[in-house]
């Protein structure tokens, strides 16, 4: 398949769907620490343009910048070397306090910037998750910036910029886009006589080949639903609808929407009572799950685009060290889309450029560090660096290039394989129905599918959290 028609599709889909923030796409990321799994790339040098706006600085000066660019992020080293080459070529500094994301982290930064505290550049979430200071007034919008820097961000496709639901101005400027997708164990399923699942591959299917792969002594899926029950919850209730209406928030839990995420839970429910996870689901860590997928104890890991370094590196005998890949035990992992039910299509995928680099109105005026700032989102969202985030995902750029397989592992080949089949791309309503409203239902999921609390219920009570939130 060639990447420029890869390209082509995804600019396409994103082009048609609503760019709603990912709240997933942050969710249950190891603390352990990994290197870029793609092969060393020569890092591009400053661009003219990035460096002309660094010398505007009276002299080098310090940024403190948060990303989510840590942990077993494929792009942990992409992000340290484009930074080092910043540093190198405008005399500047960072100060990093990147750290991978979760719930935590999402709390942290809205404590940061409710205290003063936000950085000069912070790569976030785009969607709801961002509200709390878009409306504080603690971020700058890209066409303010524009009004002072005008090449700024001009590299990139606007149609596909985010803009904030808080107020529909554009703030992030993207880098890579991600998808949501289930990974496979491919050992699993040949040790219980099981084909890997194609792009028409049913929910009826996915429950047959479940109970195949109970029958030969494995855990179907590697999920902790009481850790990280966040993949599962998205799809479950996608399958119950269409791109279309995905993005709807219900008004209570019996209307037709309610209706869609009370059947997707149950749907859960109905997967747990089958013992189609593993025994220690509600107690388990994500991380302990995914070690299960790894270690060749479970067939079916439903993440997101970010777990591919993960996966990688749990195949190098040095996680840190691209050159110790085993690729014979990497061979063994594939990636294919979630089982299709009802109306969703197999090839309709959770996804979209859910993140971005904003600059802090804290920096913004600062006369030392704007200047600066400008310079560095411009460098780390420069033609020449973008591709190196997005390889097998997606980005903004006017100008993607084309991608050469040849540079990339093999799991990341057959994620571009998958990806140049999606039919859709739709982001994560979990975005829109974000914090507090997401508790009986994240939180809750224990008690869901033992029976504890009713779907209905859980339902209603996040309904009646978020529609507090609107008054």
Same mark, same amino acid.
């Given at each position: ?7 082509a ?12 923030g990912?709240?997933s ?16 790339q020569?890092?591009?040098a400053?661009?003219a ?13 310090e940024l ?6 840590a ?6 080293q ?6 080092a080459?910043w ?8 100060s990093?306090?990147s ?6 982290f999402?709390?942290?930064i809205?404590?940061d910037f ?10 976030f ?6 509200n ?7 971020v ?5 910036? +524009?009004?002072? %820097?005008p $090449?700024?961000?001009?590299?990139m496709? /606007? #149609?596909?910029?985010? @803009?904030?639901?808080a &107020? !529909?101005?554009?703030?992030a ?12 164990n ?9 084909a890997?699942?194609g ?7 996915f429950l ?17 639903l ?5 993949y ?6 996608f399958?119950?609808?269409?791109p ?13 929407t309610g ?5 997707g ?8 009572? +089958?013992?189609? %996870?593993p $025994?220690n689901?509600?107690s388990?860590? /994500? #991380?302990?799950?995914? @070690?299960?997928?790894? &270690? !060749?104890?479970?067939a ?9 370094g993960?996966?990688?590196?749990s195949?190098?005998s ?11 035990k ?5 990636v ?5 039910k ?9 996804g979209g ?17 704007k200047a600066?700032?400008?310079?560095f ?5 420069s ?25 990339f592992?093999a799991?990341?080949v057959?994620?571009?394989?998958m990806?140049s ?8 309503v979990?975005?829109l ?15 869901i599918?033992v029976?504890?609390?009713s779907?209905?219920d859980?339902v ?8 507090d939130?609107?008054?």
């Open positions: 398949m060639k990447m420029k028609k890869l390209t599709v995804l600019l396409t889909a994103m082009m048609t769907i609503s760019m709603a990912c709240g796409a942050s969710q249950g990321t190891s603390q352990e620490s990994t290197a870029d799994s793609a092969p060393k020569e890092q591009p400053e661009t343009s990035a460096t002309e706006t660094a010398e505007q600085a009276s002299g080098p000066v403190t910048v948060t990303t989510t660019f942990g077993e992020d494929s792009n942990a992409n992000y340290k070397n484009a930074v080459d540093e190198a070529a405008t005399g500047n500094t960072v990093d306090t750290a991978t994301s979760d719930e935590t999402k709390t942290r809205i404590t409710e205290t003063g505290s936000e950085p000069d550049v912070l790569f979430f785009n969607g709801a998750d961002a709390d200071f878009v409306n504080a007034g603690k700058v919008s890209i066409d303010e910036i +524009r009004s002072e %820097f $090449d700024y961000a001009s590299n496709n /606007d #149609d596909l910029i985010a @803009a904030s639901p &107020d !529909g101005v554009k703030y400027v993207p880098v890579n886009g991600y998808w949501e997708a289930m990974f496979v491919t050992e699993v399923l040949d040790a219980a006589g099981v890997m699942p792009a028409d591959y049913t929910w009826d299917q047959e080949d479940c109970q195949k792969i109970k029958d030969a002594g494995y855990a179907p899926i590697a999920a902790a009481g850790n990280i029950p966040h599962w919850w998205e799809f479950a209730i399958n119950q609808q269409t279309d209406n995905h993005l709807d928030i219900p008004t209570s839990a019996d209307d037709a209706s869609q995420w009370v059947a839970l149950e749907d859960i429910k109905d997967l747990y009572e +089958r013992g189609y %996870f $025994d689901t509600l388990a860590t /994500d #991380d302990e799950t995914f @070690a299960m997928f790894t &270690d !060749g104890k479970a079916f890991l439903l993440d997101g685009s970010w777990k591919v993960g996966i990688v590196g195949c190098q040095d996680p840190d060290d691209p050159a110790t890949l085993d690729a014979d990497l061979s063994h992992f594939d294919t889309y979630f089982p299709g009802g109306n969703r299509r197999t090839t309709d995928m959770i450029l859910s993140m971005g680099y904003y600059i802090t109105t804290k920096a913004w005026e600062d006369p030392d560090k600066a700032a400008v310079s989102v411009s460098h780390m969202t033609d020449e660096v973008v591709p190196l985030f997005a390889q097998h995902t997606a980005s903004a750029l006017k100008n993607a290039p084309v991608v050469d397989e040849s540079r592992n799991l990341q057959k994620a571009m394989s990806m089949g999606v039919t859709s791309l739709t982001g994560a979990q975005d129905f974000n914090g507090d409203c997401r508790v009986s239902t994240f939180d809750g999921m224990p008690d599918v029976g504890n609390v779907a209905a859980a209603q009570e996040g309904i009646d959290v978020y529609e939130t609107l008054e």
